[in-house]
């Protein structure tokens, strides 16, 4: 069969990846795709936003499936544009997909449904906002209510720093459209975990929990990215805690979005917060994490085309979805500067020493192919991806491979699952 990944991430490398292994696969075809993706599949110059072009080439090429990477393009429609044009096609469809267009959206259909997440309110009018601010608890968090390339989010201090994002965010538009609605949320304190889950509409079935390293520099510090790093599974997510996320989040979310006529049919990401009351939803993602794919999918020992079919298909009840007992650890190669402001072109070295290594991955996320050779296109450029018996062999087999790779302006954090070492020495 023939098979189109929409997108050019990260993200969307490792699904080719997963789908690379499956014997029912014989063409790959990924749009726009990176340097990294083109060794898998044909790389086809479409923008995934550009729907009517990609639904064309769909049916040019006969292809039997299309799986959509990104958040925009499902926030947009392209499932609804597809499934118009009679094309099979993994993903939400748009009225589904608001699960992650609205932060508003999510946060009422949590408070309907008495599924844990914090306090908060939302706002149209930057007034009533600044207003509101003044009696609030500080720290406290404010999230533009539409996409934001995953930096969408504030925290704030004190009063000053709050009304400063505000303005920000609704007056300014830092975020474009996305601030034109505000979510003003309690700030909660714990661990955070992510949680991938394949959906079929009425079933769900858990991939693993996963730990993201969201901001730019050593200790947590700097400004919130897409993603520096992830390990997989998180030691930090327990059985009490999955029994009590299976009970009170993920089906009651599912059941949620069924009952609202929303029907999703995809990849529910729950972004969680292990507070001290217990867990509660920070976010959804309507498609898979980045980087959490480079630290699940590899570890998929079902074929995955099975389970895209069973999800289209509903029928994710019949299937049994295996993982090999593997740790992942994931580091980020940025480009310096990073989220702000960043140099392209670099040529990138060292790309072939991860030929024939079993176990070892080399993710392009922000990569292009010219006639030089493969240069940084982007400011996180590659995920490299390391398994391990145990979390802490991963880790060091992740740093080691991030020593194979170099480019000017090379960037990455030096204390990715650095939480696993504590634990280790706890022991």
């Keep these: 069969m023939k098979v189109l990944i929409v997108g050019g991430g990260g993200r969307e490398h490792a699904i080719a990846e997963a789908v690379s292994r499956s014997s029912r696969v014989d063409k790959i075809y990924c749009a726009p795709g990176n340097g990294g993706i083109a060794e898998l599949a044909e790389c086809v110059p479409i923008t995934p936003m550009e729907f009517g072009k990609l639904t064309s080439f769909a049916k040019e090429k006969e292809i039997d499936l299309t799986i959509i990477g990104m958040d925009d393009p499902l926030v947009g429609g392209i499932v609804d544009a597809f499934e118009t044009e009679?094309?099979?096609?993994?993903?939400?469809?748009?009225?589904?997909?608001?699960?992650?267009?609205?932060?508003?959206?999510?946060?009422?259909?949590?408070?309907?449904?008495?599924?844990?997440?914090?306090?908060?309110?939302?706002?149209?009018?930057?007034?009533?906002?600044?207003?509101?601010?003044?009696?609030?608890?500080?720290?406290?968090?404010?999230?533009?209510?539409?996409?934001?390339?995953?930096?969408?989010?504030?925290?704030?201090?004190?009063?000053?720093?709050?009304?400063?994002?505000?303005?920000?965010?609704?007056?300014?538009?830092?975020?474009g459209d996305a601030g034109n609605h505000m979510v003003i949320e309690e700030f909660m304190t714990g661990r955070e975990v992510s949680v991938l889950s394949f959906v079929d509409g009425k079933t769900y079935r858990l991939m693993s929990s996963a730990q993201d390293h969201k901001r730019a520099g050593d200790g947590d510090t700097g400004l919130n990215t897409g993603g520096m790093g992830n390990f997989s599974p998180s030691p930090f997510y327990t059985e009490d805690i999955d029994r009590f996320c299976r009970e009170n989040i993920y089906s009651k979310t599912v059941e949620a979005m069924a009952k609202e006529g929303r029907e999703f049919k995809g990849v529910i990401f729950f972004g969680l917060m292990l507070t001290d009351e217990g867990p509660k939803v920070?976010?959804?993602?309507?498609?898979?994490?980045?980087?959490?794919?480079?630290?699940?999918?590899?570890?998929?020992?079902?074929?995955i085309i099975d389970v895209i079919d069973a999800c289209i298909d509903g029928t994710l009840d019949d299937l049994d979805l295996e993982f090999a007992d593997k740790a992942a650890v994931c580091v980020v190669l940025a480009s310096e500067g990073y989220p702000v402001k960043y140099e392209k072109g670099k040529l990138i070295k060292g790309l072939d020493k991860f030929r024939g290594k079993e176990g070892y991955y080399c993710f392009h996320a922000g990569t292009k192919l010219t006639d030089e050779g493969i240069v940084t296109n982007g400011g996180r450029v590659l995920g490299i991806t390391a398994l391990g018996d145990t979390l802490s062999e991963a880790r060091r087999r992740a740093y080691e491979a991030t020593e194979w790779v170099d480019f000017d302006n090379k960037y990455m954090r030096h204390d990715i699952g650095k939480a696993i070492d504590e634990m280790e020495e706890k022991k």
Excluded at 104 to 130: H, N, Q, R, V, W
Excluded at 282 to 303: C, S
Aim: aromatic share 8%; with cysteine; proline share 5%.
């Design 86 to 175: 009679g094309l099979r096609v993994f993903g939400p469809r748009k009225n589904a997909a608001i699960l992650e267009g609205s932060k508003a959206f999510s946060k009422d259909l949590m408070k309907k449904y008495g599924i844990p997440t914090a306090s908060y309110e939302t706002f149209d009018d930057p007034k009533e906002a600044c207003k509101y601010l003044e009696t609030a608890k500080f720290p406290i968090v404010l999230k533009a209510d539409g996409l934001a390339l995953g930096k969408g989010v504030l925290i704030c201090q004190d009063l000053e720093e709050a009304l400063d994002g505000v303005r920000q965010i609704m007056e300014d538009k830092k975020f």
């Design 282 to 303: 920070l976010e959804y993602n309507a498609r898979f994490g980045d980087p959490e794919a480079q630290v699940v999918l590899p570890r998929l020992k079902t074929d």
